[in-house]
Structure formats: C-alpha cells, structure tokens
C-alpha cells in the first residue's frame, strides 16, 4: 500500500464512525496513487457506487490535500473467486460407494417447481422410482442456468434413497471425454474404464452432453456405454442445452439414441417461480424476504436461475455489510444495474443532459449559480430527477451540482415535490415528459 494511501486513511478514520471505516474503508486496497490516478481495488462492484456516493467527496477533498491535484478515482473491482461449483465426478462421498459424483445438496425438496419445469420434474421423480423401467434414457435440455444439473443431483440422490443398492455414477460429459482421453493415452486403462462406466454402473447421470460434439472418439466410447447400459435395462440420463440434432458435429446413431427415450425440457421460470425459487434461497440463507422485494429482482432478472441467487446472494452480501434492512430502495441499491429497469441505469450526468435539452439550456447552465427562472427551474427539475431516479445521496449530487450545499438540493427536491402535487402544472407535465425520455 502506498504511503500516501496510508496517510489519507489516517485522516479518514479521524472523520468518520469506526464501524464506517471498518466496513468500507479496510477492504480497500489501493493499487497506484499519484497525482493523475488513485486506483482503488474494492471488494465488490457494488462498492462503487455506494463509495462514489457517500463518500467520493470526502476522499477527493483529503486526496488533493496529500497529492497537491484532485485525482481522478479508479475503481477496480476484485470479487472474491466464485464459490467452487460442487466438485462433479470425483468426489467419491466416503460411506456411499453406491453413489458417486452426487451431490447431496441439490435435491427435489429444494427444487421449485413451476410451469417451466413441471415435466420435467415429473419424469425426473418417475424415472427415480423406477429405474431402467419407465423412460431409457431420459434427456433432459434447457438453456444454461434454468435448473438441469441441480435436477440431475436430485435425481440420483432420490434413486439412492429409494434404491441404495444401485451403484449411481453422475459425471459431466467434460470428464466422461478426459477419461476417454486418459483410456487411450495409457491402453492399460481400458477394463478401468470399462468397470466405471459399465459394469460398476447401474444408473448413468451425463451432464451437458453437447460437450460431446466434434469429439468423434468420445462418442465411440459413449455410443459403447450407452448400448452396454442400455442392453442391461440400467438407467441413463442426460442433460444437454439443446436439441439432440442441434449438437453440431453429433453422430446421427448417438442423436437418434438420445431421442429413444423421453425428451423433456426446461424452460425460463415464470414470474411466480421465480419469486417462489427466491423465497426458498432466502430462507435457506436465513433471509427475511419481503415479497416486494423478490418481486422487484423477480421482475428483473427473469431468463436464469443463477443470476436471481446470484443476485440475493449479493443482496445478502450488501445487508450484512451495510447494516440496512432489507427493503426496495436497499436492493435497488445493493443490485444497481443488475436490475437492468432503463432508470436503474440512470446517472445524475444522462438526467441533467436530457433536462437540459427539454428546457433548451446549458449543462453548465443547471450546474451553475445563475439565479434566473428560466434556468432555476429546471436545476430544480434536474435535482429532483437525479435523487428520486438514481441512488446519489444529497451530499453527492450536491457536489455534482457545482458544489453546492447539499440543504439547496434537499430544497429543490422538497420545492419540485410540492409543485407535483398539482397534477395539471407544468412542473407535473414536465417530469412526467422527462420520465418518459429517461426510461428510453
Ligand atoms: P443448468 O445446469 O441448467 O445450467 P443449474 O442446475 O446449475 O442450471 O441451476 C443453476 C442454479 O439455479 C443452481 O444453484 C440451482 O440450484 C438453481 N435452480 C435452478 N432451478 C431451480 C429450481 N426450480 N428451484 C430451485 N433452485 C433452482
Ligand atoms: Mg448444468
């Protein structure tokens, strides 16, 4: 850390509550800080905008003291490594030799089901009960993160369940393709390969299949699988983000042994799953969930499954940090453009820009100190927007504003809120027209 970067944060500390500076202040590290640049390295991007906000002034102002200039601020946002996705083939669980490659915490108590899902969580549960019987193999397709592996754990941790001595193997197809390539490289491997696969498998869970495509000696060794286990009346199930006939460079007899069984897909959750998916990930989390705010992320992350607990993940993440509760202007703050409403991603600069342009004056008109009607209006107009569409406290959007006071913005905005409340004035025309522009 440089020493400078030192010094600023000594007198940061004196300004402001320890708890402040613990949260936000200590995770920070500061990679360069010269004159021109201070780049500073954050946990999280969502650290950006609060830091910006809150305390973007206070940094600058004790910046420019140490460094002689104001810098501009670099953000850089480091964010921890993602949680390692469940360990897929290898993971031999000590106990359960009959059950390898499963993980125990996908299952079908904490799968959602919904329209988008239904049958595919039906046939998954039919083929758990009986094995090898109902529907050989079952193929499972949908677009990435909609719920295809965590259905294929649950499906071999229920045929464990129900089934204890059938011997469950569960690998993506990535590792079926390394074991081929392993097999070939050493021959001495083949009867290795063989018992895995074939004779030591009674129920045979590939996931992502199209990874198959173009490997031609990956799917010899597969199309061998599939028949030995097929020839045995043992289970198969597949999962794969499209169609058979869509994998390019698939062999046809695979494409067509794909589609012997039942096809069954998943598709985009609706919005009550989707709020419903949310609702179980909190609780799980052991998050108190108001429903207008999973509606509010609900409503806007709607094609992936992932991202919406991705997104209370950081939600999480932002509560634990900041103290907040958990209510819609804290998750709107805390996901910021992840909520990709067109306002969400609006700035105090793309609103005073389009205010400008309704009234015809300047951007350098509304930030400075000009006391006329024509213009005072329409700064006022330009406050209210940026406080009431962006996250910006006073303080921050004061010092947009040409450094003013942050009381002139609050009066502003209490000035513009008051003229609003008469629905045929001109202020009321104008932000319902500005609104409108903006959301654009
Ligand atoms: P895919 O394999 O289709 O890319 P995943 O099975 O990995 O998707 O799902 C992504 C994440 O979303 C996982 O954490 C999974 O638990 C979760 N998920 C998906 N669908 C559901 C559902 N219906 N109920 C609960 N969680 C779900
Ligand atoms: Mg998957």
Partial sequence: MSDVWSQVLDEVRTQIRPEVYNNWFLPIDCSAADADEVVLNVPADYYVQWFESNFGGLLLEILQRHLGRRPS????????????????????????????????????????????????????????SRPGESYNPL???????????????????????????????????ESFVNDVVNMLAHGRRVDEFRTT???????????????????????????????????????????????????????????????WGLLVDIEQPDLETRVAILQRKATHFSLDLPTD???????HIKNNVRELEGALTRLKAFVDFSGKPIDVPTAREALGILLTDPTALLTPDRITRT?????????????????????????????????????????????????RDH??????????????????SEVSRAVSNLKEALSK
């Fill in 293 to 299: 705010v999973a509606m509010l992320i609900a409503t």
């Fill in 73 to 128: 601020l670099q953000f850089r946002c480091v964010e921890a490594a993602p949680a390692p996705e469940v360990s897929m083939s290898r993971t031999e669980t000590p106990g359960h030799a009959n059950l390898v490659g499963v993980s125990p915490a996908y299952n079908f108590e904490n799968f959602v089901v919904g329209d988008s899902n239904r049958f595919a969580h039906a046939a998954a549960v039919g083929v758990a």
């Fill in 355 to 403: 205010v400008a342009s309704y009234y015809s004056v300047t951007v350098k008109d509304l930030k400075g100190k000009g006391r006329k009607r024509s213009i005072t209006m329409p700064r006022h107009v330009a406050m209210y927007l940026s406080k009431t569409l962006t996250a910006y406290s006073y303080p921050a959007l004061a010092e947009y504003f040409g450094g």
């Fill in 407 to 424: 009381t002139t913005v609050l009066s502003a905005v209490q000035k513009i809120e008051r003229l609003l409340q008469d629905a045929g």
């Fill in 197 to 259: 696969y074939r004779d030591a498998c009674d129920v045979l869970l590939v996931d992502d299949v199209q990874f198959l495509g173009g490997k031609e000696k990956s799917q010899i060794e597969f199309f061998n699988v599939f028949n030995a286990l097929f020839g045995m009346r043992r289970q198969i199930i597949l999962s794969c983000d499209r169609y058979p006939h869509e994998i390019p460079g698939l062999e046809q007899r695979l494409q067509s042994r794909f589609q």
């Fill in 139 to 173: 193929f499972i397709y949908g677009k990435v993160g909609l719920g295809k592996t965590h259905l294929m754990h649950a499906v071999g941790n229920e045929i464990h369940r129900l089934h204890p001595k059938r011997r469950v193997r569960y690998v993506t197809c």
